[in-house]
C-alpha cells in the first residue's frame, strides 16, 4: 500500500507539474498501440496506449469499464444492477533504450479492492535474452496477459480463465522472455520462477478445487507459502497469414508440507497446461481467438470426490465486423458481431461407488453486438445464457440476462 501510495503521489505530481507550467497541447504525446501484425499475445503488456509529457521520462495511461446488467436464475432476478468493475493505471518509464519499468496498478469495484497486477523491470540484453524481475503476469494461456476490458466484445471474461484458472495471476519473482522474427513468422518464449498457490486451492469457501482462491492470500507478493517456486513457461508460433498459437504450462508444489522442520504432508503438485490460438480469416476479417486448458491437482485422499483432481475449460470467440468507416462522425469506427460460447468442468473424472459422471461443470453463450467509435474504445451489448450443473447431475439451473457497458483506454 505504501508503494501504491508513492505511485499515486507521483502520478498527481505530474498533473501538477502540467497544470502550474501551462504546458502547451504540443508537448501531450499520445503513444499509441502498435497495431503491426507480428506483435503476440505476450507483448500486450507493453502494447497500451500510454500519453507522455514533453520529455518526461515517465508516461502514464489505463482504462476504464462501467457495464449494467439484467440477469437472472430459473426466473428469479436481483434486478437491475450498474457497477465498475475496474478502472486501472499503468506508469511506465524507459531507464534506458536497453532498460524499462511498467507497472499496472487496477481498482476493482469501486475502489474496494487495489490490486499491483504488474509491476517489473526488464532488461534487455539481446532480442532472444531478455531479464524480467519484480511483479509479473503468469503466462498460462493467453488471456491472463491480454486481459484488458477495451480489447473485447464481452462484459464478462471469459469463465475458464476467472473461475478455472486465476485471471490476472501475477506473483513476485524472475524470468527470461525473448523473441525472433522472419518475414512473416514470429517466435517467443517465456520461462519465470515466481511464488505461487496455497493451500487455499483445497480449502475455501466454493467447496471445490478452486485456484482463483490462492489470489486472496496477498502474502504472496512477500514470501512463498511452501518456500517452493511455482514455474510458468509458454512458448508462442506466430504466423501473419495464419495466426497465432500458445502453448504453455505453470506447475509446482502448492501446499505447506513442512514448518519449523515438521513434516506436516507430503508435497502436492499442481501442474496446468493450456494452448490458445487466434487468427483473423481473409475477406471476410472474422476474427476468431480462444483458449483451453486441463488441471491436475493432486488432492488428499481424505477429501471427499468433490474436490476434483482435473479440471478442463475454454473458450472461443467470434467477432465479425459487419460495418466499418464513418460512423456517426467517427472516421474509422467499426460495428461489429460477435459471439462467446465456452464451458468449465470443475471435476472431471467419475464417481468411485457408481462410474456415473461427476456433474459440477458450466457451459455458456453470449451473443453480442458492439460498437467501436476508436479502437481503443467499445460499447458493448451482450446477451449471457448460461446451464450449470451441481455435483450430482440434477437438472441445470439455467441463467440468462442482458449486459450492456463501455470500456476505454485513457
Known amino acids: 500500500m505504501r508503494n501504491f501510495g508513492s505511485v499515486l503521489i507521483a502520478i498527481a ?35 497500451r496506449p500510454f500519453l507522455q509529457v514533453g520529455k518526461l521520462p515517465v508516461s502514464v495511461g489505463g482504462y476504464i469499464e462501467a457495464d449494467y446488467s439484467y440477469i437472472g436464475e430459473d426466473g428469479v432476478t436481483d434486478g437491475h444492477s450498474f457497477r465498475v468493475p475496474r478502472m ?8 534506458h533504450r536497453k532498460i524499462k519499468f511498467l507497472s499496472e ?36 494461456g493467453a488471456f491472463n496477459q491480454n486481459h484488458d476490458g477495451p480489447k473485447w466484445e464481452f462484459i464478462d471474461r471469459p469463465l475458464a480463465a476467472v473461475d478455472m ?24 518464449y517465456e520461462a519465470y520462477l515466481t511464488n505461487g498457490f496455497d493451500d487455499a486451492i483445497i480449502n475455501n469457501g466454493e467447496n471445490r478445487t478452486f485456484l482463483p482462491a490462492s489470489k486472496d492470500n496477498k502474502e504472496r507478493f512477500e514470501e512463498s ?16 497469414k495464419i495466426g497465432e498459437i500458445g502453448l504453455s504450462y505453470m506447475g509446482g508444489i502448492y501446499n505447506t508440507y513442512e514448518e519449523d522442520g515438521l513434516i506436516l ?5 499442481l501442474d496446468v ?27 488428499p485422499a481424505t477429501f471427499t470426490q468433490q474436490f476434483g483432481d482435473k479440471q478442463k475449460g475454454g473458450f472461443v470467440d467470434l467477432v465479425q465486423p459487419v460495418l466499418n468507416g464513418n460512423l456517426f462522425g467517427f472516421d474509422k469506427a467499426t460495428f461489429n458481431v460477435a459471439m462467446r460460447l465456452e464451458y468449465v468442468d470443475w471435476n472431471d473424472g467419475t464417481f468411485r461407488e457408481t462410474g456415473e459422471s461427476i456433474g459440477d461443470e458450466i457451459w455458456a453463450i453470449v451473443p453480442a453486438i ?19 450443473t451441481d455435483l450430482l447431475g440434477n437438472p441445470p439451473a439455467k441463467i440468462s440476462g442482458i449486459q450492456f457497458g463501455v470500456s476505454s483506454y485513457f
Not at 499509441?32 to 503476440?40: A, E, V
Not at 484458472?165 to 517467443?188: C, H, I, M, Q, R
Not at 458492439?370 to 450449470?388: E, H, K
Request: hydrophobic share 45%; proline share 4%.
Open 13 to 47: 505530481c505530474l498533473i501538477s507539474l502540467e497544470t502550474n507550467a501551462q504546458i502547451d497541447s504540443t508537448l501531450l504525446k499520445r503513444m499509441p498501440i502498435d497495431t503491426s501484425k507480428n506483435l503476440l499475445n505476450m507483448d500486450a503488456v507493453y502494447n
Open 88 to 95: 486501472t493505471l499503468f506508469v511506465a518509464s524507459s531507464i
Open 105 to 140: 496498478i487496477e481498482f476493482e469495484e469501486g475502489g474496494e479492492e487495489v490490486a499491483i497486477e504488474f509491476a517489473a523491470l526488464d532488461i534487455s540484453m539481446h532480442p532472444l535474452l531478455n531479464l524480467r524481475g519484480g511483479i509479473v503476469m503468469n503466462p498460462i
Open 165 to 188: 484458472l486465476p485471471a490476472t495471476w501475477s506473483n513476485v519473482g524472475f524470468g527470461l522472455y525473448g523473441k525472433y522474427f522472419l518475414k512473416d513468422w514470429a517466435f517467443g
Open 225 to 240: 507459502s511452501n518456500g517452493e517456486p511455482l514455474f510458468t513457461g509458454k512458448v508462442a508460433l506466430r504466423n501473419n
Open 265 to 269: 504432508d507430503e508435497k502436492r503438485r
Open 273 to 299: 497446461f493450456a494452448v490458445d490460438f487466434n487468427t483473423t480469416i481473409p475477406i471476410l476479417n472474422t476474427f476468431i481467438v480462444g483458449e483451453w486448458a486441463w488441471v491436475n491437482i493432486d488432492v
Open 370 to 388: 458492439s460498437f467501436r467509435p476508436t479502437a481503443q474504445t467499445v460499447i458493448r451489448l451482450n446477451y449471457r445464457m448460461m446451464q450449470q
